[in-house]
Each structure stands twice: as structure tokens, then as C-alpha cells.
């Protein structure tokens, strides 16, 4: 009996040690097949961002995003959100660019009744709305210069006050934000406070542009036709037209033309013809207009002069022409009639 059990428990310490073995595999082979589950792409650089973003998520600083248009930044924010400890807690992006201060201060940091006209009872701002979780504030080079000193009071003291109260609050909140501007030079020009700056880039992420990440198309071409039909495929003249370009507007404007191009589809493969890069996406109109017609041409001449040009694109096609232009084809055929087209 004894030796049954001592050889019960030398299997049992077997066991563990096994399990323990096997647990540190697992761990290290999660390290290496780091995914987040929301962003798709497995190339180095985004490997590298995975990893990152997962240390930082851990931790409790600011994180400053950067990248280009495009790029992922909000999804790397919710990433970082969702890893987080705060996760079950809320997250809130909030564009901060282009609002007029007191609008986006009272906003932030809500109000007492009576604190402005139209202040007609207490409201709570997204600092205590969002409470014990994430904030992120998108455009953050656009937030007007005296709400950088209020913000940078707040991740100071991790304090505020509502807009005519006179009570201190403590926030409970991790502050994400995110630009596709140059800070730096920004601070230079005198628009971006320096001290602010600092309390924000505890860490950086810097999401690549897609450019430097061309390996991914094809997975992000895959999620992006699943998204929209999974019966969906593409050939694969279409997908090395797409691995050429340059992509100056990123995943979103790759999504876009994903979407586009299974609307133009005629069936469920999308072919090279499917894949429209629209310069207008991603150029001023004007740069596309002979001179004398940015100059001068009326609203109706510009109107005519890109509808000759996009029937020409499709070779006459009046439905793609259409649906490239997001107008009827009834509105087309009338206009192409008029212009004896
Ligand atoms: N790695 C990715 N995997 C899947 N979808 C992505 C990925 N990156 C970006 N997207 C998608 O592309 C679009 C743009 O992403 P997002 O809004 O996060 O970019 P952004 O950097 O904040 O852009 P902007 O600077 O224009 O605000 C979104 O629809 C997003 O879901
Ligand atoms: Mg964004």
C-alpha cells in the first residue's frame, strides 16, 4: 500500500512538472504567435507593434499613438484598452480637434448648473463617465492651446473640477491619444505645449503606414471580403494591382476600395478592373483639373468634366460609372444624353 501511494504521488509530481513544462511551451509560443485579436496583419513591423502594444497595456501610462491616416491608431488604442486592466471598465474616444474650446471643456469635464448660458443642470463630463477605464483623445495636436494646460493639470494631479464648481474631483482615468501631426514641430511653432507633450509620450506606438507593411494585403484583402460576403474571392491579377500600389491613404482607403470593388463585381471573384484607385480619395480635387478649369470653370463645367472623365474610366460603362460617382444610373444617362455622350 505504502509503495502505491508514494509511487501515486511520485506520478502526481510527474504530472505537475510535466504540466509546468508544457505551461512554459504554451507561454512562449503565445510570445511568438502574439495576435491582437481585433487587428490583422503577421509582418515584422506588426509583430513588433503586437508586442508593444502588450507591455504598454499592462502598464498604466499614457501612451501617445502616432501614424499616418489611416493606419489603426483607434484600433490600437482599444487594443491597448481591451489588454488593460481596465478592461471591464469603459473606453471613450473623444475627437478633440476643431471643437471650440468651452464646448470640448465642458465636455470633458462637465458642468454645474448655471455655469454658462444654456447650462441648465449638472452634467458629468467624460472624465467621470468614463471612470476607473480608458480615454482616448483622437487629434490631439488640433486641442485647442488653453485646454493643453487644463489637460495637463488633470494627468498632473489626476484631478479636476466640473466647469463652475468649486469641488475637486479625482480622475481614475488612463489617457490615450493619438495624432498623424508632427508634435515636435508643432512645439516648435508654438502651438503644442512641450510639458504636455511629455506627460503624454510616456510611451510611443508608432503605427507603420501600410506602405512599409505590403505583406499584409493580402490577409487584410481576405478579412476585409469575409466582412462583406464570405463567398467573396479575388483573382490574382487583382491582388498584385493591389500589393503595387502605394497606399497614401492606408488600411482605410484599402478598405474602401475592397468595398468598392464587390460592388463593381459582376460575380463573386473581384478581377483588376474591380480595383479602382479613385485619386480622388487621396488628392485635392484641383489637382486633378486642367488649370483653366480650377481657375475658372463654373460648378456645372467641373461637374461635366469629371463625369466625361469616369465614363471614359469604364469604358463607357454607364451602371459603373454611376455607382463610381454614387448617383443613379438614371441621373447619368440623363446627363450623359445632354452632354451627347
Ligand atoms: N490591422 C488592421 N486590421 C484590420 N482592420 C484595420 C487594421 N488597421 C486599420 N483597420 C481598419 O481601417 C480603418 C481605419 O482604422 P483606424 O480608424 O483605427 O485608423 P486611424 O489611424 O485612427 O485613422 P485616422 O487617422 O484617419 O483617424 C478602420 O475601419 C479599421 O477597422
Ligand atoms: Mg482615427
Avoid at 65 to 92: C, M, Q, W, Y
Amino acid at each position: 500500500l505504502f509503495s502505491a501511494i508514494a509511487s501515486l504521488a511520485m506520478e502526481q509530481i510527474l504530472a505537475k512538472q510535466k504540466f509546468e513544462s508544457e505551461n512554459i511551451v504554451l507561454r512562449n509560443q503565445l510570445d511568438r504567435d502574439l495576435r491582437i485579436a481585433t487587428m490583422v496583419g503577421e509582418s515584422p513591423v506588426m509583430k513588433r507593434l503586437y508586442n508593444l502594444v502588450s507591455k504598454v497595456a499592462r502598464s498604466d501610462a499614457s501612451v501617445l499613438i502616432t501614424g499616418e491616416n489611416g493606419t489603426g491608431k483607434e484600433l490600437v488604442a482599444r487594443a491597448i484598452h481591451d489588454l488593460s486592466d481596465r478592461k471591464n471598465k469603459p473606453f471613450i474616444a473623444q475627437y478633440v480637434g476643431n471643437i471650440p474650446g468651452t464646448i470640448l471643456e465642458s465636455e470633458l469635464f462637465g458642468y454645474k448648473k448655471g455655469a454658462f448660458t444654456g447650462a441648465t443642470s449638472d452634467r458629468i463630463g467624460l472624465f467621470e463617465a468614463v471612470d476607473g477605464g480608458t480615454l482616448f483623445l483622437d487629434e490631439i495636436a488640433d486641442l485647442p492651446y488653453e485646454l493643453q494646460a487644463k489637460l495637463l493639470r488633470v494627468l498632473q494631479n489626476r484631478e479636476f473640477k466640473r466647469l463652475g464648481e468649486n469641488i475637486i474631483r479625482k480622475a481614475d482615468v488612463r489617457i490615450l491619444a493619438a495624432t498623424n501631426q508632427d508634435l515636435n514641430k508643432l512645439i516648435k511653432e508654438g502651438k503644442f505645449r512641450e510639458d504636455l507633450y511629455y506627460r503624454l509620450n510616456v510611451v510611443r506606438i508608432n503605427v507603420p503606414p501600410l506602405r512599409e507593411r505590403k505583406s499584409d494585403i493580402p490577409l487584410l484583402v481576405e478579412h476585409f471580403l469575409h466582412n462583406i460576403d464570405p463567398n467573396l474571392r479575388i483573382s490574382s491579377q487583382a491582388l498584385k494591382k493591389l500589393m503595387d500600389y502605394h497606399w497614401p491613404g492606408n488600411v482605410r482607403q484599402l478598405e474602401n476600395i475592397i468595398k468598392r470593388a464587390s460592388i463593381l463585381a459582376s460575380d463573386s471573384t473581384i478581377e483588376a478592373d474591380d480595383i479602382q484607385f479613385d485619386d480622388l480619395d487621396t488628392q485635392p480635387l484641383a489637382s486633378l483639373l486642367p488649370k483653366n478649369l480650377e481657375d475658372e470653370a463654373s460648378l456645372e463645367e467641373i461637374k461635366n468634366y469629371i463625369i466625361r472623365k469616369r465614363l471614359e474610366r469604364f469604358n463607357g460603362n454607364k451602371t459603373r460609372a454611376a455607382k463610381s460617382l454614387n448617383i443613379s444610373l438614371r441621373a447619368l444617362q440623363l446627363k450623359a444624353k445632354e452632354l451627347g455622350l
